[in-house]
């Protein structure tokens, strides 16, 4: 029954990604119509902007951030421990945390050249940047900090997309010396921010699987199972609908 709820409000969100980017179409010629004015148009226009990335919202902070895993007895064949578990701990846990603090300095650097025209924020150096990576990574082990920062990420998703939206709708341009142009080499600033945060939601699910539990405490971790996958699979096509949102859109 869950899982048949759960596919059910799937196919709904899916379904409303797909029309949505044509009626924002319709309202932004009624919009186009009474540039000049206040009408109602505008408003739902404006507004319009801010569905996508809620939706997004609820459903990671739902679906994509308490993972659960099946704990079955651990044979010696299916288990990864010693120094290949530390490898991925590493090698995840500074990949997520790099990732979030890079995220948050976009937010910034956004908002200071946006608000604030000619204050740029500085970029961190190697010192700070180890500070923060090693501050974010020790959240990330306890549970209720890590989701503290997952609701951290998707505000600052919402936050970047409203930038993003305000600049589109008012023809504003913004150059490479925004921090977000270094990413994938892209000009749609929409789909660099998705990129972004789903580049975070599949480190967060392979450290949401490794820590799961007594995982690190018993220092073994079992290999996943299909039935494991499975939310990541309804993350992969729920995140190729949004991408297939912004293209329409664009």
């Known amino acids: 029954m869950i899982i048949r709820n759960n596919t ?3 196919l709904f969100t899916l379904s409303l990604l797909l029309i949505l980017p044509f009626v924002q179409k319709q309202w932004f010629n009624l919009y186009s119509l009474y540039i000049n004015e206040f009408s109602i148009y505008s408003i739902l226009y404006y507004l319009s902007g801010t569905i ?3 939706l997004v919202y609820l ?5 994509y951030t308490n993972y659960n895993f099946i704990k079955k007895k651990i044979h010696s ?3 990864i421990k010693g120094k290949r578990l530390l490898f991925l701990v590493v090698i995840n846990l500074i990949f997520l945390s790099y990732f979030i603090v890079d995220y948050i300095y976009i937010n910034f650097d956004l908002i200071f050249n946006l608000v604030l025209e000619g204050i740029n924020v500085p970029t961190p150096d190697i010192i700070q940047l180890s500070f923060f990576i090693i501050l974010i990574s020790i959240l990330l082990i306890f549970k209720k900090s890590r989701f503290l920062l997952k609701k951290l990420i998707l505000v600052n998703f919402i936050l970047i997309s409203l930038y993003i939206w305000h600049l589109q709708i008012n023809n504003i341009s913004i150059d490479d010396q925004f921090h977000i142009y270094r990413y994938f080499g892209l000009n749609d600033l929409n789909l660099i921010n998705l990129f972004i945060l789903v580049a975070i ?3 967060f699910f392979t450290w949401s699987l490794i820590s799961y539990k007594t995982n690190l405490s018993d220092w073994i971790v079992p290999k996943p199972q299909r039935v494991d996958l ?3 699979m309804n993350m992969f096509i729920f995140y190729f609908f949004i991408i297939i949102y912004y293209s329409i859109l664009t």
């Open 8 to 10: 059910t409000k799937l």
């Open 52 to 54: 996508c990335p809620s």
């Open 59 to 63: 459903n990671s902070l739902k679906s």
């Open 77 to 79: 064949k299916n288990i």
């Open 201 to 203: 939601e599949i480190s």
């Open 230 to 232: 499975i939310p990541f």
